[in-house]
Nanobody
Framework: VQLQAFGGGLVQAGGSLRLSCVLP???????????MSWYRQAPGKQRNLVAS???????NYADSVKGRFTISRDNSRKAVYLHMNSLKPDDTAVYYC??????????WGQGTLVTVSS
């Protein structure tokens, strides 16, 4: 089972993008039980956490994106979003969506490429 992530693309430095990720209907567990996260992996580097949001909307951000990125979720649509503003070339990476539950369920999206040109 893979999450459906989309919204990446090419943007100039200083621009904005919004990434979206939807939990497939085949995952029948209640959406609010999942902590939803965005990770990113730049070429030649490890995958790192960008932001996460719990079912009660508690959020956590990597220091490098604080004040520029906002994570949100729509429990009725089983969706999570990453609003990215003031993008920098260093934000260039493949962005992955993750859904993790306390039960141990853990799902990943296929990744969406974000390229920020200088």
């Amino acid at each position: 089972v893979q999450l459906q992530a989309f919204g990446g693309g090419l943007v100039q430095a200083g621009g904005s993008l919004r990434l979206s990720c939807v939990l497939p209907r085949t995952i029948t567990s209640v959406f609010w039980g999942y902590t939803m996260s965005w990770y990113r992996q730049a070429p030649g580097k490890q995958r790192n956490l960008v932001a996460s949001i719990t079912g009660n909307r508690s959020t956590n951000y990597a220091d490098s994106v604080k004040g520029r990125f906002t994570i949100s979720r729509d429990n009725s649509r089983k969706a999570v979003y990453l609003h990215m503003n003031s993008l920098k070339p260093d934000d260039t990476a493949v962005y992955y969506c993750n859904a993790a539950a306390q039960s141990g369920d853990d799902y990943w999206g296929q990744g969406t490429l974000v390229t920020v040109s200088s």
